[in-house]
């Protein structure tokens, strides 16, 4: 399912390292439910793994291995390291876009992602793309008031907690 960049060379042991590990894990929670895919940006020495799901509504995840670990789940981001605490929470991340414990509120210059994990914690991923320097002005310009998504699970069925 995952083919390996041409050079990984490029890559510090670190990162291949963290890349092979996410692999193996979104291989093997994702099963046939989805297409896993590492490529390499060409000139750079970054790669990345898209794990797209066959379902079309639910949260595409992608993992980008340059200096800080890039996960995104749907329209949210968290920067991590390469430490074995922050690779547990980018699988953590994963797991809940493949059971579908994916919820967005977006707007034209905003979105909040929220995943709920398996034992009912939360993580947050806030990111805004226009200026709203003061918290006051999310409720008068409408802020986290936009559509809401909640993706469904890679394959049904899947609990939802």
Not at 33 to 48: E, F, I, N
Not at 84 to 105: Q, S
Request: glycine residues 8%.
């Amino acid at each position: 399912m995952a083919s390996a960049g041409p050079d990984d060379s490029r890559l510090s042991a670190e990162q291949e390292a963290a890349l092979s590990t996410l692999i193996a894990h979104a291989e093997g929670v994702a099963g046939d439910t989805a297409v896993v895919r590492r490529r390499s940006l060409t000139g750079l020495a970054v790669d990345v793994i898209d794990v797209a799901p066959h379902n079309p509504r639910a949260a595409h995840v992608a993992i980008t291995a340059e200096q800080w670990l890039i996960v995104s789940v749907g329209r949210g981001r968290w920067e991590l390291d390469y430490s074995d605490t922050d690779i547990a929470l980018a699988k953590r991340l994963m797991d809940a876009a493949v059971f579908g414990h994916v919820r967005e509120a977006h707007g034209e210059r905003w979105s909040r992602t929220t995943v709920t994990f398996g034992d009912g914690t939360r993580e947050g991923s806030d990111v805004r793309t226009g200026l709203f320097p003061f918290l006051r002005c999310r409720r008068r310009f409408g802020m986290f008031r936009g559509p809401r998504v909640r993706y469904e699970p890679f394959a049904e069925p899947f609990p939802r907690p």
